[in-house]
């Protein structure tokens, strides 16, 4: 079964400082990546994917993120945060079964902290 | 469109009580799934259903079970409430019109269970 890991639990930064937030999976096979934030007292939303080519990809609100196959990692940036990034950061990978369902593997998630 | 709906969005049940939950799906999405979110586990995968029929369980007992109806909507429910039943749980859902998939969330409902 494939499993995501986040590494960093909390992240406090101060505003206009850079950003990088770990993860890691462990599947062998063809993934769907994800990073999704929930905001505070805000429902889950889709802040990037990656389904294939450019591993370097960009999501809403100026945040990217980069798969490397190699290492597993699909780290999420962003070169300069403002306050109201303060949110939780999700990870997820979903993988497609044979019979074509999926489902979202999550991580642990990132409490991030950005101090005025 | 409109996003994906859940109802309640607050309950609260005592020890062995049952609980159903509703999801409405955005429309024209097939796919719903439900994911329980506890600040100790985070976000664990409960089951998904696509067409009426579940296609993907997660590791939960028996307890847990769901529905989908013909409009897609989608309901899920727990028997005998146990307090470690406590959660946020979230649905999803997604057109699963290739394997390009993205899963779409609700607000959830918090459940409290006493």
């Known amino acids: 079964a494939q499993s995501v890991s986040q590494h960093n639990h909390h992240v406090i930064l101060s505003e206009a400082a850079s950003l990088e937030l770990g993860c890691n999976y462990s599947?062998?096979?063809?993934?769907?990546l994800f990073w999704y934030v929930q905001y505070p007292g805000q429902h889950l939303q889709l802040l990037l994917k990656?389904?294939?080519?450019?591993?370097l990809v960009k999501g809403i609100k100026g945040f990217e993120a980069e798969f490397i196959k190699s290492k597993f990692s699909f780290n999420l940036r962003k070169p300069s945060v403002q306050w109201s990034d303060t949110a939780e950061y999700f990870c997820?990978?979903?993988?497609?079964?044979?019979?074509?369902?999926?489902?979202?593997?999550f991580g642990t998630g990132t409490r991030l902290t950005i101090i005025p | 469109k409109a996003g994906v709906t859940q109802t309640p969005r607050y309950l609260i049940k005592t020890r062995g009580q049952q609980v159903t939950l509703s999801c409405s799906p955005i429309?024209?999405?097939?796919?719903v799934s439900w994911y329980q979110q506890t600040p100790g586990q985070g976000l664990q995968f409960l089951f998904e259903?696509?067409?009426?029929?579940?296609?993907n369980k997660g590791n939960f007992p028996g307890r847990f079970s769901g529905r989908q109806f013909s409009n897609s909507r989608s309901e899920m429910n727990v028997s005998t409430l146990e307090l470690g039943d406590s959660a946020l749980y979230l649905c999803?859902?997604?057109?699963?019109?290739?394997?390009?998939?993205?899963?779409?969330f609700g607000a959830g409902t918090r459940l409290s269970v006493l």
């Open positions: 999803a859902s997604s057109p699963w019109t290739s394997d390009q998939n993205i899963q779409y």
């Open positions: 599947y062998g096979g063809t993934v769907n």
């Open positions: 990656y389904f294939s080519g450019d591993p």
């Open positions: 997820a990978v979903s993988i497609i079964s044979n019979f074509g369902n999926e489902k979202l593997t």
């Open positions: 429309s024209g999405h097939r796919s």
């Open positions: 259903y696509f067409s009426e029929t579940q296609r």
